[in-house]
């Protein structure tokens, strides 16, 4: 047997072995979010209990295209009025996000709406200063979290807070986001797909065998005494919400997933944009999984050792098989490199597209408007270039982590940059 041949096994062994674990995440996800679309997701209250003060923080760095339309979103939600702020963080930026927000709170003096603004001495560094900024100033013993680009429903606040309150060992519970954009490009096309039927699946997934989930960066709610106990928000974390998600499990609460709770959010249309970002996700998880792969043995880390051991998975096996595959892929057709295994592997990877196309196609037919013949199309294409595109986002994070490492660079914001949206680019008569 060759050295191409034992690279080909192993890279058919480990991308079928995790085809196989999504696709059981799946199976959980579409049975956990069919059931949860037979309810409106509320709960009543405990008897006597009023809904609890909730301080909603926006951070906000150079979002003066999208800003105004997320506030007016949050002003209204259908919670009570008297008993949720607005904080929005302005931190440290350049463009009229400032002026924007004066407007704004001087238009709604009944409400509690306030903008905090930071300079490059205080702010400018990250999320996650800017939300232990705002959470300094911020009264609610509930915090919500919603990023600027963002239009969730009006019950979203509502339903994520009732959910909390009805039992203790809930530490958080996160909604759903959906991609308002999803006509404005194939890119973005290909990320609705990707955001319905990898990251809300495997989340439903998980939290359906295992009672675990992971804190998306927006549309979710957090009680104010764990922030205090844990000192506030990582700042050298770029994924802060995975971060964060990983000390709540250590303390012995859990992340409960709401779908009925929905936010609708600007993804990038542009791949110089969408890059950027996926590159500091990555960043991010690679700088949690190492945090916390420490505790993948611990009992007392409870479930979220399956979490250090799945992101463990993902960057290293799932990445390497990629990179094997095209590497014997790229090989074969310039004739430098021989596979014996001939037509059984073939048959397998094909067997491999039409698993992946039924896993994504699972999913959108839980979703009004998205399982139709072009999403079948779209995700065999999106299997032969925007997942591909992966390969090259997780070695650039991770060689940009090194050099992190080794040269001691500061986090800086490097946010996704916003557009103004058509008519056109919307996806669903639902956004707000």
Known sequence: MSFADIVSIYAIAAIWGMMLLNVALSIGGFIYIYRCNGTDGSVPLPE??????????????????????????????????????????NDNSTDETEEIMAELAAGHP????MCISTDKVVGGTG????????????????????????TPEPKALRLLVENLMVD??????????????????????????????????????????????????TNYVIRRSIIEEIGGWDVNALSEDTEISFRIYRMGYYIKLLPQAVTWEQEPHL???????????????????????????????G?????????????????TSLVASDFIFLGGILGTVQVKLGGFSSALW?????????????????????????????????LFSYAKLWVFVVLKAAWDSILDVMFKREVK?????????????????KTV
Not at 110 to 113: C, S
Not at 128 to 133: D, H, M, V, W, Y
Not at 413 to 429: A, C, F, L
Request: hydrophobic share 45%.
């Open 48 to 89: 006597g209990q009023e809904y609890p003060m909730v301080s909603v923080l926006v951070p906000a760095h150079n979002e003066a295209l999208v800003l105004k339309r997320t506030v007016q979103s949050l002003l209204n939600f259908d919670y009570p009025r008297d008993r949720y702020e607005i904080i929005v963080i």
């Open 127 to 150: 999320k996650s200063n800017a939300l232990n900024i705002g959470f300094s100033v911020a009264v609610g013993s509930v915090i919500a979290i919603y990023d600027a680009d963002n």
């Open 303 to 319: 479930p979220m050792r399956l979490d250090t051991l799945y992101y463990a998975l993902i960057y290293s096996v799932m990445i």
């Open 271 to 301: 791949l110089p944009v969408w890059f950027r970002q996926r590159v500091r996700w990555a960043k991010g998880n690679l700088y949690v999984m190492v945090k916390n792969f420490k505790y993948t043995f611990d009992r007392k880390a």
């Open 110 to 113: 009944e409400n509690r709406l």
């Open 350 to 382: 094909g067997m491999a597209i039409l698993v992946f196309i039924f896993n994504v196609m699972l999913t959108l037919s839980l979703e009004r408007n998205e399982f139709t013949m072009e999403s079948v199309g779209l995700s065999a294409l999106m």
């Open 168 to 217: 203790d060992r809930l530490g958080a519970v996160i909604g759903k986001f959906r991609t308002r954009n999803r006509n404005a490009s194939l890119l973005s096309r290909f990320v609705n797909i990707e955001t319905l039927s990898h990251q809300c699946m495997n989340q439903a997934g998980r939290y359906f065998f295992f009672k675990l989930c992971t804190i998306p960066g």
């Open 413 to 429: 914001w490097d946010k996704t940059v916003r557009y103004v949206e058509t008519e056109q680019d919307s996806g669903s008569p």
